[in-house]
């Protein structure tokens, strides 16, 4: 069993930088890829950034790309998203996951206010 926890999202103007967390308890996810994942409101939830176990390649979706960077640590068992420049529609409730694995977090809220 695989717990999930995000943290590190608030309300945030236009133009600023929020950084995401996301620790891993339970059986270990190192060996994990990794995603962050959004979802706003009346939309589905998409992949956002993926990261491999090794930490050496990342894959970024076109609308964060060049904005958002994702790394972890997987001695200390956490993924990190840091977010800047947002905008008003990065606004979602971001959740990471273990790809392939089920496991999801709760999801932490990023609201970006114009």
């Known amino acids: 069993q695989v717990q999930l926890v995000e943290s590190g999202g608030g309300l945030v103007q236009a133009g600023g930088s929020l950084k995401l967390s996301c620790v891993a308890s339970g059986r270990a996810v190192s060996n994990y890829d990794m995603g962050w994942f959004r979802q706003a409101p009346g939309k589905e939830r998409s992949l956002i950034a993926r990261?491999?176990?090794?930490?050496?390649?990342?894959y970024y979706a076109d609308s964060v790309k060049g904005r958002f960077t994702i790394s972890r640590d997987n001695a200390k068992k956490t993924l990190y998203l840091q977010m800047a420049s947002l905008k008003p529609e990065d606004t979602a409730l971001y959740y990471c996951s273990a790809i392939g694995s089920g496991y999801w977090g709760q999801g932490t809220q990023v609201t970006v206010s114009s």
């Open positions: 990261i491999t176990w090794t930490g050496t390649s990342t």
